[in-house]
């Protein structure tokens, strides 16, 4: 059996509400800054999630109302 490919964690600032909802959903994943906004792994708007993780990456992109992360194939599995 093959492990899933890495995917991409995307956050969508301007449509998020900073309700922590989806650190909630996955501590181990999501942090919050001191204004309660999601810090992605690596800190940035976009976070490469290897396949083990995708599981909790789901669980945060499920459990934001605003529709504010997604999953997209990372980049070097695309073509
Ligand atoms: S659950 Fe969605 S709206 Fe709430 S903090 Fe996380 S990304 Fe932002």
Do not use: K
Request: aromatic share 2%; glycine share 12%.
């Amino acid at each position: 059996m093959t492990a899933p490919a890495t995917q991409t964690l995307v956050l969508n600032p301007t449509t998020c509400d900073g309700r922590g909802l989806c650190a909630e959903a996955a501590p181990g994943l999501v942090g919050l800054d001191e204004w309660g906004f999601p810090l992605l792994p690596g800190g940035g708007l976009r976070a490469d999630i290897p396949g083990e993780r995708l599981a909790e990456a789901r669980d945060a992109v499920h459990a934001c109302p605003a529709l504010a992360l997604h999953l997209e194939l990372a980049a070097r599995h695309r073509r």
